[in-house]
């Protein structure tokens, strides 16, 4: 059978406001320590948008790219945080 190791995720990214602060992006890149003996742990690139479409409403988009061979070759993510209340 396979052997799976304990991994520790780790990440670090870069963000910047525009748009007068109703914008933002992010450059993040995410790794992992070995999973499994013997074979490279997936690392992946990311970047997303924010954009707050008014007071209540702020869409995001997130686009990245697999780094290894153990990664997702493409992956794609989309929300919409609505604030209740003020």
Same mark, same amino acid.
Request: charged letters at 10%; proline letters at 3%; a positive charge.
């Given at each position: ?6 991994? %520790?995720?780790?990440?670090? =990214? %870069? ?47 997130? =686009?990245?790219? =697999?780094?290894?061979? %153990? ?16």
């Amino acid at each position: 059978g396979i052997t799976y190791n304990n991994p %520790f995720t780790y990440g670090v =990214g %870069f963000g910047k406001y525009f748009n007068d602060g109703n914008s933002s992006l992010l450059l993040y890149y995410q790794g992992y320590t070995e999973i499994v003996s013997g074979y490279a742990a997936p690392q992946q690139l990311s970047l997303g948008l924010n954009h707050q479409l008014n007071s209540k409403l702020t869409l995001t988009l997130i =686009g990245g790219v =697999g780094l290894t061979k %153990f990664a997702p070759g493409l992956l794609a993510s989309t929300g919409i945080t609505w604030r209740i209340g003020e």
